[in-house]
Each structure stands twice: as structure tokens, then as C-alpha cells.
């Protein structure tokens, strides 16, 4: 006869839950979307639908950010904010406002992407520098570079076709922005799932050694997970770029701790091997929430700060000590 648990009746709840670590990010979100709400009076569905597009920009980076930290042992680019802001910078100068130059930059910025992303995995791969050192290294040349880039910078126009993209909405009330996102989260999940690469990929964060024993080229499918982090960073400088109107030095320095915590709030493992897509969307959501949460109760810029950098160490630090169980 099955011996019944009557210590933690819950326990089988919470195991049936534990298959959707997402689940905690929707209900947060739906919390803190509850709170805003009545501080402002009303429930808006138009309300909702802005914080979701905002989430966006920080899905496309963090999903990049997901395929660094799946490849396990404490992998972390900690490059993606400046990429963000050179992609920013490089698509507005390139394009100097005209539709006509797109077609030039766009290639040029996946280009410098796919670049950083090679030179990243370069130094860990090759050269040994433990992820979190190269990826800030290479964050401080990047900064060099926007600040070079930045001193005859005197382009004020974005391209008319991607503001068109990120303010456009289907059947003027879905923003085209989450579709486009939706597509990259469920192309990522199928990689992940059905594909020779993704198994490789959640293989080598399980265990590497493992993974080279049993034919799994290692270091080709790290240096690929750093490049494609690489290239949707550029891409959501393109957007963003698109969406603040143009480029500005710092324009990503938010996006660097927020898309690790986006990826680990919707359920990554941050000790690798087990990767959430969909869960990475809803971290994003819950983090753009907390935000708009704290700017609503009139909390100071630099206490917003303080208490999104005590959630992510939080976070962070619960992550760990899940992942050592």
C-alpha cells in the first residue's frame, strides 16, 4: 500500500509546479501588474500590452544571454550591454535615417556581432580567461570604441522602416515587436529540443566531459552559443535603437545584470544544462514590471537601482543554492 505524505500535503503540488519554473514569473508579474493597477486607478488591458512590448527588447538580449549561461561552469557574457549600445550607434550612423542604407547596416551590425562573439569565445576557449573576465573585458574595449565612435556622432534620425517596426501594431492592438519575439522564443525552444546543436548544447552544461565523450564537438558548441549571444544583442540594439529614437552612450548598460536575471527568473539553471525559452520572456516581464512598479511609487532612480541589484544578488545567490542541490 503507497504511504501517504501527510507532512507536506503540498509536496506533490508544488513537484507538479517545479516542471514550469516560469509559473513564479507569470504570477509575480501578474501580481505586481494587479498593484500598478490600483495605484493608478484602473485596469488597463492597453497598460499591459505596453509593459509587454517594452519586456521585448529585453527578451531578444536575454535569450542570447540563456544559451551563454546553458553551456554551464559559471558562463556569463557580461559584454552583451555595450554590443547593445555599438549596434544602437553603428544602425543610426549607417543608416543616417534612410530606409536605402538599411540593407548596409543591418549586415554590418550582425557582422560585428557575430565578430565579438568569436573574439569572446577566442579568449575563453583558447586563451583559458574565465568567461565573467574576458566578456567584461571585452565590454570595456567595446565602451572604448562607442566613445571614439561617439565623439562625431552627429546622426539624430532612425530609419523610418524599423520605427515603423517597433511602434507598428496587428489590427492596431498587437505590437508586431511580440510576434516578432514569440517567433524567436519558439525557434529557440525548437532548437534547444529538436535539434543536433541544442541537445549538444544542454549536454555540455550537464557535464562536458561527458559531452566530448560521447562525440560532442564542446568547444564548437560553446563558441557558437557565444556568437549567437553576440548577434541578439546587436539585434535588440537595432530595436532599441529604433525605439528610444537613436543612440546614446550607456544606452545598454541596464540590459547587462537584468538579461541574467530575466534568464534565471524564468527557470534556467544557472549552473548550465537546462535552458526555458518561453520562462526567459517572463523573467524579462516580472524585471520591466518591478521596474514600472518602483517609478510608480516615486522611488528615486538611484533606489531603483539599489533594489533591483538587491533582487538580481537575491536571485542570483537562491539560483546557486538550487543548483548545488
Known amino acids: 500500500m503507497k504511504k501517504i505524505d501527510t507532512l507536506n500535503p503540498w509536496k506533490t503540488e508544488l513537484k507538479a509546479l517545479s516542471r514550469y519554473p516560469w509559473i513564479w514569473a507569470v504570477l509575480g508579474s501578474i501580481i505586481l501588474f494587479i498593484l500598478l493597477s490600483v495605484f493608478a486607478g484602473k485596469f488597463s488591458m492597453e497598460s499591459f500590452i505596453t509593459l509587454a512590448t517594452s519586456a521585448t527588447f529585453l527578451t531578444i538580449v536575454a535569450t542570447g544571454q540563456m544559451l551563454v549561461i546553458t553551456t554551464g561552469e559559471g558562463a556569463i557574457d557580461l559584454s552583451v550591454s555595450t554590443v547593445i549600445t555599438l549596434s544602437a550607434f553603428y544602425t543610426t550612423g549607417i543608416a543616417n535615417g534612410s530606409n536605402g542604407n538599411l540593407w548596409l547596416a543591418i549586415p554590418a551590425v550582425l557582422l560585428t556581432g557575430v565578430v565579438i562573439g568569436l573574439v569572446n569565445s577566442f579568449l575563453i576557449l583558447e586563451l583559458k580567461i574565465p568567461a565573467i573576465i574576458a566578456t567584461l573585458g571585452m565590454n ?3 565602451s572604448t570604441l562607442i566613445l571614439l565612435y561617439n565623439k562625431n556622432f552627429r546622426v539624430f534620425d532612425v530609419a523610418p522602416f524599423l520605427t515603423s517596426v517597433v511602434r507598428y501594431k496587428i489590427f492596431d492592438f498587437i505590437p508586431l515587436m511580440i510576434i516578432i519575439t514569440l517567433v524567436i522564443i519558439i525557434g529557440y525552444d525548437f532548437l534547444l529540443r529538436k535539434t543536433r546543436f541544442g541537445k549538444s548544447l544542454l549536454a555540455v552544461g550537464q557535464n562536458r566531459e561527458a559531452a566530448a565523450l560521447a562525440g560532442i564537438q564542446v568547444k564548437i558548441t560553446q563558441m557558437i552559443a557565444y556568437v549567437m549571444c553576440s548577434v541578439l ?30 534568464v534565471v527568473v524564468g527557470g534556467t539553471l544557472i549552473s548550465g544544462g537546462k535552458a526555458v525559452p518561453i520562462g526567459t520572456y517572463f523573467g524579462a516581464l516580472f524585471l520591466i514590471m518591478l521596474t514600472t512598479a518602483m517609478q510608480v511609487a516615486g522611488l528615486k532612480f538611484g533606489m531603483q537601482n539599489v533594489i533591483t541589484g538587491l533582487f538580481i544578488v537575491a536571485v542570483l545567490f537562491l539560483a546557486s543554492k538550487q543548483s548545488q542541490q
Open 140 to 142: 570595456y574595449i567595446i
Open 233 to 262: 544583442a546587436a539585434i535588440s540594439g537595432i530595436f532599441i535603437s529604433a525605439r528610444v529614437g537613436g543612440a546614446f552612450y550607456g544606452l545598454g548598460d541596464s540590459y547587462q545584470m537584468q538579461s541574467i536575471a530575466s
